[in-house]
């Protein structure tokens, strides 16, 4: 098993970058070296974690600069998947995230984003870093 | 978005003609879900037949829609979930709450 991919992207600060980033996560998850059984689920997980991380940086963090870019960068390793979403806003504390109603009472239209990718990643952390934020994700191969 | 809305038996039903439901227009859905709760339309029938990638803003709009027909007296239900979107819905437990039916036909049998 061999897997060394490192790939960086940046893309407007739009939701129209979404399919294009969720294109390329599937196109990489095709090509990672791992057992079969989490390979066969990771083109849609890929597609997902980035969609969701890529929209919370343009809504919640990137506001302040809506004509910035996106940058994300996806790691491949033998041992583990991960994937960074920078943002250059004020931050947000992803404890404080609330997990959302799993019932049809207080059934909210919004905040599955985060609990979606804590439901499908290994670790989730989200840290300042380089005088701004970065949301790290992290999905175990082997 | 292209959406085409029918109305049968006093249910509207909204085909939606993309592949994607997601932050990039589903406020568009919103938008048509709207209009049409404001023109007196209380049941619906969303297909999804097309739709092979759905996020959280694309599942918050369906929630919206089913808690204002709700609100009306009225039901929304989905047809045709193909897989993504349905695993979407087990991650997010959504389909414990809504009805869901394998095609339109079935879903407007529902409402007779």
């Known amino acids: 098993m061999k897997n060394d991919i490192d790939i960086d992207i940046r893309v407007p600060s739009h939701t129209r970058s979404l399919r294009m980033i969720g294109r390329i996560g599937e196109k990489v998850a095709r090509d990672i070296d791992c057992p079969e059984v989490i390979r066969e689920s990771l083109p849609g997980l890929l597609a997902i974690v980035l969609t969701e991380g890529v929209v919370n940086a343009i809504k919640h963090a990137n506001s302040a600069d809506p004509e910035g870019d996106i940058h994300v960068r996806i790691n491949v390793s033998n041992k583990d998947l991960v994937v960074r979403i920078y943002d250059n806003g004020v931050g947000f504390d992803l404890e404080a995230v609330p997990t959302p109603s799993l019932t049809s009472n207080g059934l909210e239209e919004k905040g599955r984003g985060i609990y979606i990718i804590r439901s499908l990643m290994d670790t989730v952390k989200y840290i300042r870093s380089d005088g701004g934020n970065v949301l790290e994700m992290r999905k175990k191969l082997a | ?112």
Request: net charge negative.
């Open chain 2, 1 to 112: 978005m292209d959406l085409k809305t029918e109305h049968t038996e006093g249910v509207a039903v909204l085909f939606i003609r993309e592949d994607r439901l997601d932050a990039n227009n589903s406020e568009e859905l919103k938008a048509e879900l709207h209009r049409l709760f404001e023109g007196g339309t209380k049941d619906l029938v969303i297909d999804l037949k097309e739709i092979h990638f759905i996020d959280s803003s694309g599942l918050g709009v369906l929630v919206s829609g089913y808690k204002n027909a709700s609100i009306l007296h009225g039901t929304l239900k989905l047809s045709n979930l193909q897989s993504q979107v349905k695993s979407m819905f087990e991650l997010t437990r959504l389909h414990r709450v809504f009805d869901i039916f394998t095609s339109v036909d079935d879903a407007l049998q529902s409402y007779r």
